[in-house]
């Protein structure tokens, strides 16, 4: 088969490979991938020193091979799963069966692989916040992946979903998820006109993330799923953290550990149930050929494009 690694030869670039087709484990589906979606994990992954590695974590394709266990799905069935090795940009991957789960037949495949990354944690982001019914969450970068689907989620539970982007002319995008509202704002600052927030779902962090911690409710919650703004976030604890009441808590949210305690099987069949009854869109931007994923993966680290890019393989 043929698969996309990390170029052995030019930092940051990609690669096809011939190798072998996977032989599953006994809890292990196989399955021939069919479309997947890109995360900016993934691609910034792909810039570091991991050289020759295999890539990718989005992928939605058919059922080759049942798990040998019994587990999972049988042969045939359309899944969308969530490839923790990070191995799914391929003509075929070895799937752990809670990792998996199937796909109604009014979800395209494309959508179907826009939901493991993305999907999963603004689920779990979401579901981290408590007594949301009629309170403002506030999700930033929300003309990303992650960012669409939280506002929307937000809002399905009854919360006031408030949306913030970088730039005026992304307003009118946000609002055709369903944003009740929109901050413009790059630092935070202007995040205090709309203030407070019962949660904040929070990708960029850096000098964004310092500065909504002191509009957070009080018993409010701030998840931080990445740091796309920096790493470093200045927090006063007076009053950052302790006024309006205090009872704030910061919450490190990895996708790899929230999947221990819910399965990706299980958070993507109720994601794939919404999608199915249209309650949450994805937006995707792009749409090509796995052929063109070095090139979709550049436009995409350089920011050209909102949403998410899908590739089908031929």
């Known amino acids: 088969m043929k698969r996309i690694i990390c170029s052995p030869n030019t930092l940051g670039a990609l690669d096809f490979q011939d190798t072998e087709i996977p032989k599953p484990n006994a809890n292990e589906c196989l399955v021939r991938v069919k479309s997947f979606s890109m995360n900016r994990g993934e691609v910034n992954f792909a810039q ?36 923790t090795r990070m191995d799914g940009w391929a003509e075929y991957a070895a799937v752990p069966t809670p990792s998996l789960a199937p796909v109604p037949d009014a979800v395209s495949d494309a959508v179907a692989a826009t939901l493991p990354v993305a999907g999963l944690t603004a689920l779990h982001s979401v579901e981290k916040g408590t007594r949301l019914l009629g309170n403002r969450v506030l999700s930033t970068g929300a003309t990303g992946g992650v960012g669409l689907f939280s506002m929307q989620l937000a809002k399905l539970i009854g919360a006031q979903s408030i949306a913030q982007v970088r730039k005026p002319e992304q307003e009118e995008f946000v609002r055709q998820f369903g944003a009740d509202a929109v901050i413009v704002t790059t630092t935070g600052q202007e995040a205090e006109r709309l203030a407070p927030y019962r949660l904040v779902v929070d990708g960029v962090g850096g000098e964004l993330l310092g500065n909504l911690i002191k509009y957070v409710s009080q018993g409010g919650t701030i998840v931080s799923y990445g740091s796309t703004g920096g790493n470093e976030v ?8 302790y006024g309006m009441g205090g009872q704030r808590t910061i919450y490190g949210l990895t996708l790899y550990t929230e999947v221990e305690f819910e399965s990706a099987a299980s958070g993507l069949t109720r994601l794939l149930t919404l999608a199915q009854k249209q309650l949450i869109k994805s937006h995707i931007a792009k749409e090509e050929s796995w052929e063109q994923a070095g090139a979709i993966a550049d436009a995409f680290l350089k920011r050209t494009f909102s949403g998410k890019a899908v590739l089908h393989i031929n």
């Open 48 to 83: 570091s020193k991991s050289r020759g590695t295999p890539i990718g974590w989005d992928i939605a394709g058919i059922v080759e091979q049942t798990a040998a266990d019994g587990s999972g799905s049988p042969k045939g069935t359309r899944v969308a799963a969530f490839c």
């Open 234 to 241: 200045k927090i006063s604890p007076s009053p950052d953290l």
